[in-house]
């Protein structure tokens, strides 16, 4: 049975050509699908004529039985594709090497092009050099165009040569706010013929927070690089249909307690129930004094709580969004229209739908709290905070060395109110200031990230906190490094509109500029005098931002714990300056007349902030600032360009011609098992894609600060890992290399140390690599739980790619990074249940052998042979879920099979190249 048909929907005197359900909820009852599978099934039913989805496919959905236990593979085409210009730019570079591997094999490269919308938005290269002073947003802009000036000469070409390419420069905003706030389209329209179709906004982006779209109903996640250049070119994204986790949301937030608050309360509660690889629908009373941004705030930290996606449905609240932030009226008319055509609709009539698992939490509960030091899950509730952090910090040194440190505290003698001890190594002089640093200290204080500049809730509490603090005559610590670093334009207009920015500027937040900054590791070096104070004095610093992220090292390489918390509580900190310090409780300085002030004296009424935001965030402001989104400033706009269609790779340490297709033929070899690898590295649980391919400071003395310095780049100019993510060359150097991975091949070191077997030599981890090539021995590396955590870095699978890796044995992997992993060719296997390396007794010493693996295998036998003769073997689950992500294996990648499919196409006299292509070859496990 064929269930494509279309049906018009009248708007605004337009015709609009949308799925008709009648052919199938004649068969299943619809009403009880969870909001995101009907946006799933929407986009099966509507690709139903194509290669990838036949009506089997579609009734499996349209059942909906959550008893089920079989699993079944669905193909996902999202309407349009965006990136972010860290995993953008990789991204551009493959597609250009893409065009060079065509042309190189006979075919006309300029074929390869998107096939639908994407958009990028440079917002992750801006670096926090200049704080705390006038001008600091434009200087730092200044020094991220001159720094990046061969990778912005490179997107620009891109969005000159390839179609459906657009670019927002720099300084505009982040990606994910720029998304909700503007590129949002909620109803997609595109033209077929002579009709004009209109389905559910759906996407794919190149950082995992795009999940922060679902805020608005719209359905999209985070992929690699690798998937989202696939889907560029056409690939549909293949999953098992996912379980729906309901999330039921009662009651209201008390006065006092924010989003940011709550969604670490979530995060935590789903991050403990397990919802990797599902999908977490939110429903119930409690939406309704959500806003769009609270929810947005939810959504974006899908990622944190593991889950694939965080989705709310349509409604008024998502209307009044759209209309706040300037949509077309027509637009929200269509938005409207056609979610209550479709069933996709949400209000108090709606039916409660069916969910694999359920969850609920009583938003009256929620409790101030800050997150880490380390885990975004790791809640803490703020009255507790300053005691969760001197039992983490006894649990790092001597209980001798932390009793005095606590005593000096219990003292009061915290930095510049102690007595200063100008001969101990703690002493620090900076702008006028005079002190000694101590265990504790923040030394980094930021507002930013996508998650909460989004907000105007927490944002305007932000400055009203600092407005009542600067009038007691409160100042934020002098070690303290402060930055405000907001999503979008939109949010310093309604700062200076209400005149919070001057409070804020009085404390140190002045603009920074429009990225993620601090959250993404760009948090710029800290003032010599204190880094030389922590490194001297071997001191424990810490920092506090209201992002999403606090891995170790991400931040900064000398802050050892990072907190997450909500932009006023950033500026609290800031003021109080150390986390041994108990907020709720003690004071945060002394006033102007000399008297203590308290948290709770200058916390500003949910009365105060709501009115600031009716008087000053409004629609004109969205408009206004939106107008010219897509333009530069001069800077930008006077970068020269290439005009070639393929791309003529100039000289560059940023971008270069990447090896990935060199030496590939037209059709794959066939697989051979792996024989005799060798242990490259081996690490515990909670290994995230930081630890893998970190993005921030490149250090001057680690492999890739060795091969810019050969490149003739000096040290203040190596910018980070993350701005030269186009030059494969620093990246596989990268590989491994952040300062807090702890190789158990290398007992008692950090950072990019191993040994190399059979030898015993201690080397960095790439030269152990190159190596072990140059021997011609494969390399495998071993994990624990949740490896690949975090980031959608697709670095993490390209780097051990370039490596030689061949294969990763862990207990468990998250989503995005496994599916990164077999789109480079790296075979993924997950030992057995309640097995691991430790219950295998592997000390990674050995020579490990792994079967071949072949389509329709579950399950491989891995040999271990240790150096004295000793063999042992045991059977573990081959983590290819999809028979099309075999496929991609078994051509060694995922772009290597699009090449393939277009060159075999060409061949084929059906072929003709004027026509958009969709490749795609269906097999069944």
Known sequence: MTYKCFSPLEVNGKTFQAINFDGISSKYSLDRLPFCIKVLLENLIRHEDEEFVDSKDIEHVAKWDTNNEVEHEVSFVPARVILQDFTGVPAIVDLAAMRDAVDRLGGDAQAINPLNPVELVIDHSVMVDHFAE??????????????????????????????NFKVVPPGRGIVHQVNLEYLARCAFTKEQGNDTLVYPDTLVGTDSHTTMINGLGVLGWGVGGIEAEAAMLGQPVTMLLPKVVGFKLEGKLPAGVTATDMVLTITQQLRAHGVVGKFVEFYGPGLKYLTTADRATIANMAPEYGATCGIFPIDEVALDYLKLTGRDADQIKLVESYAKFSGLWHDEYSEEAEYHESLELNLGDVVPSIAGPKRPQDKIALDKAAQAFKDWYRAQIDVKVFDEATDLVAEG????????????????????????????????????????TSNPSVLVGAGLLAKKAAEKGLTRKPWVKTSLAPGSQVVTQYLEDANLMEPLEALGFNLVGYGCTTCIGNSGPLPDAITDAIRKAKLTVTSVLSGNRNFEGRIHPDVAANYLASPPLVVAYALAGNMNVDITKEPLGKGSDGAPVYLKDIWPSEEEIQQYITDNVTDDLFKEKYADVFKGNAQWNGLEVSDASVYDWPVSTYIKHPPFFDVMEKAPSPLQPIENARCLVKVGDSITTDHISPAGAIAKDSPAGEYLQEQGVSPSDFNSYG?????????????????????????GTKGSATTHFPSGDSMSIFHAAMRYKEEGTSAIVIGGKEYGTGSSRDWAAKGPSLMGVKAVLAESYERIHRSNLIGMGILPLQFKEGESATSHELSGSE?????????????????????????????????????????????????HYVIREYLKKLASKHFRVTAPIRFFVSYTL
């Not at 701005?723 to 007992?747: D, K």
Request: charged residues 30%.
């Open 134 to 163: 006038d001008n600091a947003f434009q200087k730092n802009t200044d020094i991220e165009i001159q720094r990046n000036k061969e990778r912005y000469q490179f997107l620009k070409w891109g969005q000159s040569s390839f179609d």
């Open 723 to 747: 701005s030269r993510r186009g030059n494969h060359e620093v990246m596989m150097r990268g590989t491994f290399a952040n300062v807090r991975l702890q190789n158990q091949l290398a007992p």
């Open 413 to 452: 003698g915290i930095g510049a109110e102690a007595e200063v001890d100008e001969e101990h190594d703690s002493f620090v002089e900076f702008r006028g200031s005079k002190f000694n640093l101590e265990d504790g200290a923040i030394v980094i204080a930021a507002i930013t990230s996508c998650t909460n």
């Open 847 to 895: 020579s490990y052998s792994i079967d071949l693996v072949e389509r329709g295998q579950k399950e491989v036998e891995v040999h271990v042979t240790s150096d004295d003769g000793v063999s042992k073997s045991f059977l573990m689950d081959i983590r290819i879920d999809t028979s099309n992500e075999f496929t991609y294996f078994e051509h060694g990648g995922i772009l």
